[in-house]
Structures are given as C-alpha cells and as structure tokens.
C-alpha cells in the first residue's frame, strides 16, 4: 500500500522551472517587448507624421506593429497617432494589417511560449 502512495506523488525534477518562475519571465519578456515598441512609437511618431509626409506600405507595417504599443499612452491621456491619414492606400492598409497581425503574433507567442520538456 505504502508503494502505491508513493507511486502517485509527482516530483519536479531539478532541472525544471517551476510554473511561477515561468510566469514571472513571461511577464519580464511581455514587458520588456511593450516598452521596445512604446520608445519605438514614441520615435516614430515624432519623426513621421508630418504634415506633408505620405505613408507607405513599410510605414502601414511598422504604425501595424506600433499601434497595441500606443494603448498605454491613449489610456493615460495623450493624443497619439495611430494611423497616418495620408497614405498610398490599399498598400499601405494591407502593411498596416501586416504589421498589426506580426506584433500580435510575437507578443502573445511569447505570452503562450511553453519551454520544450526533457525527459
């Protein structure tokens, strides 16, 4: 009987983070990645949306991928472009979606990230 109870107790081996340590460096890298792409928006906002400025499918790219980092900053109560008005159009949306779709799937794919377990 004494086997069998022993047989159902789980042990971690010590090779294996335990789930709050993976927790904890998921939320570092999760922060780490929002403060990259708030100083990047930050960068480009001031130097790219200019008056006479015409966007294009790079600049719907990276505005995309900049566009969660600007939530923050809207909550807070700064007016902060997210979308550049004039624009190429059609390839400059189809960058904007591109760039949106690649930064989430960055961040949550991190969020998400199991480690591979060894045996």
Not at 5 to 11: F, P
Request: net charge positive; charged share 15%.
């Amino acid at each position: 009987m004494a086997d069998s109870a022993q047989a159902t107790v789980t042990s971690t081996s010590p090779g294996e983070p335990s789930k709050v340590k993976v927790l904890v460096i998921k939320i570092i890298l999760m922060t780490i990645i929002s403060l990259g792409l708030g100083f990047t928006h930050d960068y480009a906002s001031t130097r790219y949306y200019q008056p006479d400025f015409v966007a294009t499918v790079p600049m719907g790219m990276l505005e995309g991928a900049l566009m969660p980092a600007a939530l923050p900053g809207l909550l807070m109560g700064h007016d902060l472009p997210i979308y550049a008005p004039n624009n190429v159009g059609r390839g400059y949306k189809i960058g904007y979606i591109l760039g949106l779709n690649t930064c989430g799937t960055l961040f949550f794919g991190v969020a998400f990230w199991q480690p591979r377990r060894r045996r």
